[in-house]
């Protein structure tokens, strides 16, 4: 079974300061992996995603993440944080590749951002 | 605009009632699913469809009926509401298609059950 653990369920940085969000993942074969990013009273907007191509997946609003086989890690980071960062992030994780279907979520990043 | 839509964005409902949410998207998704999200928890699948006639259950369905009749509809039913149920709701669709783009979601629904 697949599962996603998202390691710290807050995380507060300065802005302009690195954002590093950790995600690891389990899977039995090559999995389809996402970030969403969840604003106060939204629903969820996917970030990027992870599709067995490029390692280095570049995202929306300058946020990327790197999928590492090795370490079964797919971290989500920013070079500068903006106060607009500020939201809750989700790692996901998809059950079979190529198609849609059962995404699994961890459980969640509130990310605050401070002056 | 083009989107998943729910409604209503909020309710409340007392212990017993029934309810439906309800889940529409004009992008022609195959596949539609419906998550709740409690704090700490993440967001966990209730139910899912396929396609129009296919529907199958997720890691939590008990308490929850859906039918999928059209591509663009997935209603969720709540059959007795149970304070347990309280929770924030979201329906999300996509292509089903080789290249998995990931999900839309709809803007969700808070149920308070009393």
């Known amino acids: 079974a697949q599962s996603v653990t998202q390691l710290g369920s807050h995380v507060s940085v300065s802005e302009g300061a690195l954002v590093l969000l950790r995600c690891n993942y389990s899977?039995?074969?090559?999995?389809?992996l996402f970030w969403y990013v969840q604003y106060p009273n939204q629903g969820l907007q996917l970030l990027l995603k992870y599709t067995s191509a490029a390692t280095l997946v570049k995202g929306i609003n300058g946020f990327e993440a790197e999928f590492k086989k090795s370490e079964t890690s797919f971290h989500l980071t920013k070079p500068s944080a903006h106060m607009s960062d500020a939201a809750e992030y989700f790692c996901?994780?998809?059950?079979?590749?190529?198609?849609?279907?059962?995404?699994?979520f961890g459980t969640g990043t509130r990310l605050q951002v401070t002056l | 605009n083009a989107g998943v839509t729910q409604t209503p964005k909020f309710q409340v409902l007392k212990t017993g009632q029934s309810m439906t949410l309800q889940c529409a998207q004009d992008?022609?998704?195959?596949?539609m699913s419906w998550y709740r999200q409690d704090p700490g928890m993440g967001l966990r699948l209730i139910h899912y469809s396929v396609g129009a006639g296919i529907t199958d259950q997720g890691e939590v369905p008990n308490g929850y009926n859906v039918s999928r009749s059209t591509t663009e509809d997935f209603p969720l039913r709540l059959l007795s509401a149970a304070p347990s149920q309280t929770s924030v709701y979201f329906c999300?669709?996509?292509?089903?298609?080789?290249?998995?783009?990931?999900?839309?979601f709809g803007s969700g629904t808070r149920l308070t059950v009393v």
């Open positions: 899977s039995s074969v090559p999995p389809y």
């Open positions: 996901a994780v998809s059950d079979r590749g190529g198609t849609a279907s059962k995404l699994t």
């Open positions: 999300a669709s996509s292509y089903r298609q080789q290249g998995f783009d990931g999900y839309t």
């Open positions: 992008m022609n998704h195959e596949y």
